[in-house]
């Protein structure tokens, strides 16, 4: 299963709307699903990125008012056999992926993705595979705006992408 992830857009404080070559990255991937990580702001967002796969998103720190406020702090979904927990993160960068870990409280945890940094990142924090897709938008922490993607088969295989 191959799974497009994107956190961080901030539709509209950092961009007016989301960069058409995002969406059609996921296209040419022909992504079956969309992970958005939080800090969207405005729920058209959502809308468009439904053009390319259904999108399971969680609220970030930025996602304060109409619906993407009324979105879960975090979530655990299962998809192709994994267990994939979203989660957009708080505070400072250094120890998120443990805290973000043990907040959600679930030992079956095979993929955490999160965001709120805005750096890119693929590692593996006490057994379990993490990837943060970076920030869609143009920020202040990374020069290149970025994508992911994940592929799940017996393996679990991901890539950044420039959004």
Known sequence: MKIGVISDTHV???MRRLPPRVLQRFLDEK????????????AGVLVELEAAAPVTAVRGNMDR???TARLPEHRVVELAGRRV??????GGPEGMERRILERI???????LIYGHTQHPLDSTVDGV?????????????????????IVLNDNIEAAHYPA
Do not use: K
Not at 31 to 42: F, K, M, P, S, T
Not at 85 to 90: I, K, S, V
Not at 129 to 149: D, E, K, L
């Open 12 to 14: 509209p404080s950092r």
């Open 31 to 42: 992504v079956e699903a969309i992970l958005h990580a939080g800090d969207i702001e405005q």
């Open 65 to 67: 008012h109409g619906d």
């Open 85 to 90: 927990a979203l989660c957009h993160g708080w």
């Open 105 to 111: 409280g679930d030992s079956s945890i095979d993929l």
């Open 129 to 149: 595979r993490v990837f943060n897709p970076g920030s869609a938008a143009i920020n202040y922490f990374h020069s290149c705006p970025t994508v992911g993607i």
